[in-house]
């Protein structure tokens, strides 16, 4: 028998979606960026082919594809922290009892939290900025910066969300990273 | 001056030491020292250099070379390499165990990563090998130790962050490493004959007999690895292409081999994708964080005040990258290798160069470095590739992998007493279309 759903019922099932809703954007973004990468491939080979059997240059395709690269490596971060796939030196964590190394991984959060925070806030006002003054590219195709620049400031920003979940699983006991693929990671449903 | 360089060291070592992620870690030194030390506007300064770094046109091979080298750990292509190649070294003193070595060099040109290397080739060459009566240990320790010619024989991701890194052209530390990687190679080949020659029980006894008609048919089975070199290697050093476009038409490539062998289904795509997007990430924040704090450190006089340190000790030019040797091989135990390069660059990279040695030829010496920290426990990922292959103790594996790490490291110091070895291709060669 369970007991009637009290308040504090409610407001861990709340904190649950919470945290499945920024994983499921997490697993989208990383879709996006696999996109990205595949977008980049197909504009390299046009240059490739464009430049060998019709001897010009496409002249956009370097551009956007370095646009589509750090689209690419800002829309993943999420997915690769939810993952395990960002680097992170275990030897100390490994070698201390369970308490300390959970100890050391609610540090290691909290730093993450401040740090992704500060490079969200960074890239979201150099996008700002790029919208306030009208900013477009130094190319031929005059590209207004704040849309690839506002795609890097989403990343970033899903980076931070996906590192307070981090912060939320730990404080609740729940494993924080999970293998790649595994149906937690917002691909259920 | 002083105070700055314990403060930035200290705040790297307890960061990174109570396991914040790599990337976050130099982020935080970065903005940590300039917070202290200098009153300038820092989150333009940041927002500026990430968006330069992710940005950076040099950069774009990266993560094409990555997603080439996904799509090809899903293909048949290790099997094909394995029968194209056994044939060839079975009567050679060790036998199907230069496999391993000739498979790995051969898959190194078309891989920029070492662990990709050792898992596509070790998946076939273990099994094989074991279930042939071979001796573990050396199978082992030579596929750990091969698999890290992935980094030096070109492409190579860590001399594509390198190039960005240093400003040097990713093209000429492509063709620098040709040499190196093959005598490297070479030397493998020569320790494993040796130790087969002195103690005949680590093969089996009896020899196949192969017959040239059998030779001939088996490069069949070199095909594809032989037709993904020629697009990759053959359009850039025709001049055809630059590292990036000669990437794109490595992944077309892949693709093209993957529909012929049947493995190219919708699932493996996807699968090889996002496994690509969560290696690119964490290379691609920790390539942006480097730069970062290497401009941070600038901004400090760091690199100079080191410089002025080292230079005051009156060491010859040997004795210093002797030092570093020491050094990186210390930091390449608890570190994983690209991580300690691109954190260590903006200090070393200066002294060396003060030395009197070239940028081209550091960039080897560097990434022999990291492959000597990729076999190093107990932070070491081509030992952590053998494990999921084997499921032995990284400690057992890593003894298996020893000799080759000393093999290394007698190589390096050779590179570093004649520098003309690594230099002699990028010297004469003249390239156009290049980066």
């Known amino acids: 028998m369970r007991p009637s759903p009290s308040d504090y019922d409610v407001g861990s099932a709340m904190i649950s979606a919470c945290l499945r809703w920024i994983d499921r954007l997490s697993t989208g973004a990383a879709a996006i960026a696999a996109v990205c990468l595949v977008a980049m491939t197909v504009l390299m080979l046009g240059e490739v082919v464009a430049r060998s059997v019709f001897s010009r240059s496409l002249t956009f395709s370097w551009e956007f594809s370095s646009y589509l690269m750090g689209a690419a490596f800002f829309l993943s971060a999420g997915y690769g922290l939810r993952t395990g796939g960002q680097v992170r030196v275990t030897l100390l964590s490994e070698a201390v009892p369970p308490t300390v190394s959970r100890a050391l991984d609610f540090f290691s959060t909290v ?30 195709t005059e590209t207004p910066l704040i849309i690839p620049q ?15 979940a981090r912060f939320v699983r730990l404080v609740r006991d729940e494993p924080p990273d999970v293998q790649p693929g595994s149906t937690d990671i917002g691909t259920d449903q | 001056m002083t105070a700055t360089i314990a403060t930035l060291i200290t705040l790297l070592i307890v960061l990174l030491g109570a396991g914040v992620w790599v990337s976050l870690g130099l982020f935080s030194v970065g ?84 662990a990709a290397t050792a898992a596509t080739v070790g998946r076939i060459t273990l099994f094989e090998l074991s279930s042939r009566g071979y001796d573990r240990t050396l199978a082992m320790g030579s596929l750990a130790g091969a698999g890290t010619l992935g980094f030096l024989i070109p492409p190579s991701v860590i001399m594509i962050i390198y190039g960005v890194l240093s400003g040097t052209s990713v093209l000429k530390l492509f063709i620098a490493g040709v040499v190196p990687g093959l005598l490297l190679a070479l030397s493998y080949m020569g320790y494993i004959a040796a130790r087969v020659v002195i103690s005949p029980s680590l093969v089996p006894r009896e020899r196949p007999i192969v017959s040239w008609e059998e030779r001939v048919k088996s490069i069949f089975g070199l095909g594809p690895v ?14 055809l292409a ?17 529909a012929f062998q049947r493995s190219l289904t919708w699932e493996n795509v996807c699968d090889a994708a996002m496994s690509a997007v969560r290696t690119i990430s964490m290379v691609g924040l920790i390539v942006a964080a480097a730069v970062f704090l290497t401009q ?55 002294l060396v160069l003060a030395a009197g040695y070239d940028k081209i030829w550091f960039g080897v010496f560097l990434v022999l470095v990291v492959e000597m920290a990729q076999i190093t426990p107990p ?52 390239l156009g279309g290049g980066e």
């Not at chain 2, 004795?319 to 990186?328: D, G, K």
Request: glycine letters at 8%.
């Open chain 1, 111 to 140: 730093v993450g939290i401040v740090v992704t925070l500060y490079i969200a806030y960074a890239l979201c006002d150099m996008t700002y900025n790029s919208y306030k003054r009208d900013i477009v590219s130094f190319t031929p």
């Open chain 2, 226 to 239: 032989a037709f993904l070199i020629l697009l990759v290697l053959g359009s850039m050093y025709g001049g």
């Open chain 1, 150 to 164: 506002g795609v890097l400031a989403l990343g970033a920003v899903l980076f931070f969300l996906q590192m307070v």
């Open chain 2, 379 to 430: 932070v070491g990922f081509n030992l952590f590739v053998i494990q999921t292959l084997t499921g032995e103790r990284i400690g057992v594996i890593a003894r298996a992998a020893f000799p080759f790490f000393i093999i290394m490291a007698i190589f390096t110091m050779l590179l570093t007493l004649f520098p003309e070895v690594v230099m002699f291709l990028p010297d004469r060669v003249t």
């Open chain 2, 242 to 258: 630059s590292p990036t476009e000669a990437a794109a038409v490595g992944v077309f490539g892949s693709v093209v081999v993957s």
């Open chain 2, 296 to 350: 941070a450190m600038a901004f400090l006089g760091v690199p100079r005040a080191v410089a002025e340190q080292i230079a005051a000790l009156e060491l010859s030019a040997f004795a210093l990258v002797a030092l570093l040797l020491v050094f990186y091989m210390i930091l390449g135990c608890v570190l994983e290798g690209m991580s300690a390069i691109v954190m260590t660059l903006p200090i070393t990279l200066p």
């Open chain 2, 31 to 114: 903005i940590g020292g300039l917070e202290i030390f200098r009153d300038m506007p820092i989150d333009r300064q940041l927002s500026i250099s990430i968006w330069n770094t992710v940005t950076s046109e040099s950069l774009i091979a990266l993560p094409l070379f990555i997603l080439m080298a996904e799509i090809i750990f899903r293909t048949r292509l290790s099997a094909s390499l394995f029968n194209g190649l056994a044939p060839w070294v079975a009567n050679l003193p060790g036998g199907l165990m230069h496999v391993n070595v000739l498979g790995c060099t051969m898959f190194a040109a078309i891989s920029g990563s070492s």
